[in-house]
């Protein structure tokens, strides 16, 4: 069977921020492809933790990380009729038996490819990549996800100027398996 095609496209925006100056602080962590920092004004204006290392043992949360393959929960950890069968997922939403987050390693626990500097729509910003593989966390289907975060500054009310992070989701099938899945993708920040 040949490469799969489909190709699924989020776009969220967010103003997090009022600065009279242009300066901002940014920073970001493979883990999760997390930003632990956005810095308006000298203040953070993001839940974070101090260390990269923090994030591995101390983040129940999730603070900063891209949740996926789904986000939210999935009652008992099983996706039925899904290509023709029903598939069994981690359950780790301990006192109850669903599927949180992912599951018990989804996305936001996985070290994704990045931060890398790009362009993007005229903007500087930085990509994260991650193969999820077939059967990973139990997951049918091979998808490779994108995440961008493009900052920049827009004029505001009041002729203030509103520092503004884009964070852009791109899931696309590829491998050769070619099966359907269910992919939900958001940030904790």
């Avoid at 920073?27 to 997390?34: E, N, R, S």
């Avoid at 930003?35 to 603070?63: C, K, M, R």
Wanted: aromatic share 8%; charged share 20%.
């Amino acid at each position: 069977m040949g490469r799969c095609q489909k190709v699924y496209k989020g776009l969220r925006q967010s103003v997090l921020g009022n600065n009279q100056s242009p300066k901002s602080a940014f920073t970001f962590l493979p883990q999760g492809a997390l930003i632990q920092e956005f810095s308006v004004a000298g203040h953070n204006v993001v839940l974070s933790l101090p260390t990269a290392d923090a994030y591995t043992t101390h983040n129940q949360a999730y603070l900063g990380e891209t949740i996926g393959r789904t986000t939210n929960r999935i009652r008992g950890g099983k996706i039925p009729g899904l290509n023709g069968k029903t598939y069994q997922l981690a359950t780790n939403d301990s006192p109850r038996p669903n599927l949180l987050h992912g599951g018990n390693q989804g996305w936001g626990k996985k070290i994704w490819d990045g931060p890398k500097p790009v362009q993007r729509r005229g903007k500087e910003g930085v990509q994260f990549s991650y193969v999820s593989q077939d059967g990973d966390e139990g997951y049918p289907g091979t998808v490779e996800a994108k995440v961008w975060y493009v900052a920049g500054l827009e004029n505001g009310e009041g002729g203030r100027t509103e520092t503004v992070l884009d964070v852009e989701y791109e899931v696309e099938f590829t491998g050769d398996e070619c099966e359907e899945t269910v992919v939900g993708v958001t940030n904790h920040r």
